[in-house]
Nanobody
Framework: QVQLVESGGGLVQAGGSLRLSCAAS????????VGWYRQSPGKERELVAT???????YYADSVRRRFTISRDNAKKMLYLQMNSLKPEDTAMYYC?????????????????WGQGTQVTVSS
């Protein structure tokens, strides 16, 4: 069982930066692929960035070169550094974990989800 708690969301102007954090519990975090997903009102939840247990990363085209995902297994933490934020990045951001070591490329079969943290980017 994995529990995930996100933090770091907030209101920021376009062009600004935010760093999201996700604290995980459970003994298998270091062996789990984890990632960030987001959902805007009226839209389906979408993948933002994911990272495997072996530190392989995968990014949505819309955030590549602006966002950076990282993890600290010793602290059981997942991070998302978001730079050059745009109004279209406004969404609820969710931390997620799966029972696989391989990098996630979708949300299919991902069993563990946090409650989310809101990111709002003003123009």
């Amino acid at each position: 069982q994995v529990q995930l708690v996100e933090s770091g969301g907030g209101l920021v102007q376009a062009g600004g930066s935010l760093r999201l954090s996700c604290a995980a519990s459970g003994s298998v975090f270091e062996f789990s692929a984890v990632g960030w997903y987001r959902q805007s009102p009226g839209k389906e939840r979408e993948l933002v960035a994911t990272i495997s247990s072996g530190l392989v990363t995968y990014y949505a085209d819309s955030v590549r070169r602006r966002f950076t995902i990282s993890r600290d297994n010793a602290k059981k933490m997942l991070y998302l550094q978001m730079n050059s934020l745009k109004p279209e990045d406004t969404a609820m951001y969710y931390c997620a974990a799966a029972g696989t070591t391989l990098v996630l490329r979708s949300q299919a079969g991902v069993p563990y989800w946090g409650q989310g943290t809101q990111v709002t980017v003003s123009s």
